[in-house]
């Protein structure tokens, strides 16, 4: 059974930055489409960015443009989400989804993702 595990979550304040990690048991995400969504309570989970399963192409939610960069490092085998210039509305839960693929496209809507996190805790004070 694959399991997805998130990590990095935290209380910070606005301006700061915070990294945020997924890796995996059971399966290694090198075959996988990767993204990370977002979540508060009362609203729809929301896109915020996706890897290829190569790295090759990235994209993000125009709200974190220019602030967040996803990555992944092969030989450790895991995804991230670099995190900076912080601001209150990025607060929310944050959950990394994988979809095991032979193609290198993106993905951007949650329902085209068959494996979650649990998900991580993202505070930002202003």
């Known amino acids: 059974q694959v399991q997805l595990v998130e990590s990095g979550g935290g209380t910070v304040q606005a301006g700061d930055s915070l990294r945020l990690s997924c890796a995996a048991s059971?399966?290694?995400?090198?075959?996988?489409?990767m993204g990370w969504f977002r979540q508060v309570p009362g609203k729809e989970r929301e896109f915020v960015a996706a890897i290829s399963r190569d790295g090759g192409k990235t994209n993000y939610v125009d709200s974190v443009k220019g602030r967040f960069t996803i990555s992944r490092d092969t030989a450790k085998d895991t995804v991230y989400l670099q995190m900076n210039s912080l601001k209150s509305e990025d607060s929310a839960v944050y959950y990394c989804?994988?979809?095991?693929?032979?193609?290198?496209?993106?993905?951007?809507?949650?329902?085209?993702?068959?494996?979650w996190g649990q998900g991580t805790q993202v505070t930002v004070s202003s």
């Open positions: 989804a994988a979809r095991w693929t032979l193609d290198y496209d993106l993905r951007y809507r949650d329902r085209e993702y068959g494996n």
């Open positions: 059971g399966r290694a995400l090198s075959g996988a489409a």
